[in-house]
């Protein structure tokens, strides 16, 4: 079965950029069956959708983001990535990847463990 | 973008009672395009039902979801320890995607 496990630094300083990776295992991330997708987590508080991304290198963000977000894809690696550049205190949340099925439907499954990104000097 | 408001927003309810959680778009979610999902403290979010009533892979039959454009809801038949959680739903009918604020089920 697919798992996803999110890497990167845990702490990031104001206006820099925060940078993680989503490595994939137990399925290729180029079968063109799903898109791969990031979603963040403000401690204790609800779900944020940022974007997901095609094999092939199509992206897709939400609007609210979509100036300071960059979701990128390595299929050599198995990998995709995402980048937010500009960082407030506000960006602090635990990150998540996640798995989206090919198609017209949009939901997350599976999802990987998660990583706490705080934003801080 | 749609706003999904979830009711009520904590359920204290004691093993084996049936729990019955609401979520409300602020408009149409087009082709039932909701998805609900279970997060346990400390967890990732875990997939429950999508398409609005499919369960996904592996999610007990106790598990149901129903409704249609703007009223949703996600019905657990007979709650079981394992169950005391936080539950979101999701709508990708129109984008960006977006979640509801979430309704904690507690021990009773």
């Known amino acids: 079965q697919v798992q996803l496990q999110e890497s990167g630094p845990g702490l990031v300083k104001p206006s820099q950029t925060l940078s993680l990776t989503c490595t994939v295992s137990g399925g290729s991330i180029s079968s063109g069956d799903y898109y791969w997708s990031w979603i963040r987590q403000p401690p204790g508080k609800g779900l944020e959708w940022i974007g997901y991304?095609?094999?092939?290198?199509?992206?897709y963000y939400n609007p609210s983001l979509k100036s300071r977000v960059t979701i990128s894809v390595d299929t050599s690696k198995n990998q995709f990535s995402l980048k937010l550049s500009s960082v407030t205190a506000a960006d602090t949340a635990v990150y998540y990847c996640a798995r989206v099925p090919w198609g017209p439907g949009v939901w997350f499954d599976p999802w990987g463990q998660g990583t706490l990104v705080t934003v801080s000097s | 973008e749609i706003v999904l408001t979830q009711s009520p927003g904590t359920l204290s309810l004691s093993p084996g009672e049936r729990a019955t959680l609401s979520c409300r778009a602020s408009q149409s979610v087009s082709s039932s395009y909701l998805a609900w999902y279970q997060q346990k403290p400390g967890q990732a979010p875990r997939l429950l039902i999508y398409g609005a009533s499919s369960r996904a892979t592996g999610i007990p039959d106790r598990f149901s979801g129903s409704g249609s454009g703007t009223d949703f809801t996600l019905t657990i038949s007979r709650l079981e320890p394992e169950d005391f959680a936080v539950y979101y739903c999701?709508?990708?009918?129109?984008?960006?995607?977006?979640f509801g604020q979430g309704t904690k089920v507690e021990i009773k």
């Open positions: 991304i095609y094999y092939s290198g199509s992206t």
């Open positions: 999701q709508q990708y009918g129109s984008s960006p995607v977006t």
